[in-house]
């Protein structure tokens, strides 16, 4: 049997990305706003990737660790010269809150990637959050990223 010439022509971009959010999202038990302030005041933390143009404008949740997406995985692995202190161990639970729910969703799968288990993120991110009436800060100056 002859094969054909003609070769299949590529998913577009969109659809890879609707993929690649699909499996990351298919690992994680996501957390409505309220969920996730629920098991922040048992002990489990926030960790806001937004950039800080978008905290200097909306705001930030009070007690929420700001963490710049590029150094999240340094930042939270017990195992990293330059984890935080909060990192102590891969069983903490980590919550992760980007501005919409989709990068956050990308990171925290990440997390679990690196053997952080517990990791998840917020359901419809900021905007959820503020929507459902949980703490924001004013707008005003930003946090600065947490380093080692």
């Known amino acids: 049997m002859k094969k054909s010439s ?5 998913p577009t971009g969109a659809s890879h990305l609707t ?3 699909s499996r ?3 690992r ?29 404008a909306d705001g930030e949740i009070p007690g929420a660790i700001v963490i710049e997406r590029n150094h999240l995985e340094w930042r ?7 984890r935080i202190p909060e990192a102590t161990n891969a069983n903490i639970r980590w919550i992760v809150i980007c501005d919409e729910g989709y ?8 997390l679990k990637a690196i053997g ?13 959050w503020r929507a459902a009436g ?15």
Not at 30 to 38: N, T
Not at 116 to 128: E, N, Y
Not at 134 to 143: E, K, N, R
Request: glycine share 8%; charged share 25%.
């Open 28 to 56: 994680l038990t996501r957390l409505r706003p309220g969920q996730a302030l629920k098991e922040i005041r048992q002990g489990a933390f926030l960790i806001d990737t937004r950039p800080e143009f978008q905290r200097r």
């Open 6 to 10: 003609r070769r299949r022509t590529p």
């Open 19 to 21: 993929r690649l959010l």
């Open 76 to 82: 939270l692995h017990p195992a990293s010269d330059g």
């Open 103 to 110: 990068a956050s969703s990308l990171a925290a799968a990440n």
């Open 134 to 148: 949980l703490p924001v800060a004013s707008p005003g100056p930003a946090t600065l990223p947490r380093l080692a």
């Open 24 to 26: 990351a999202r298919a």
């Open 116 to 128: 952080l288990r517990r990791a998840t993120d917020v359901v419809g991110g900021f905007r959820a």
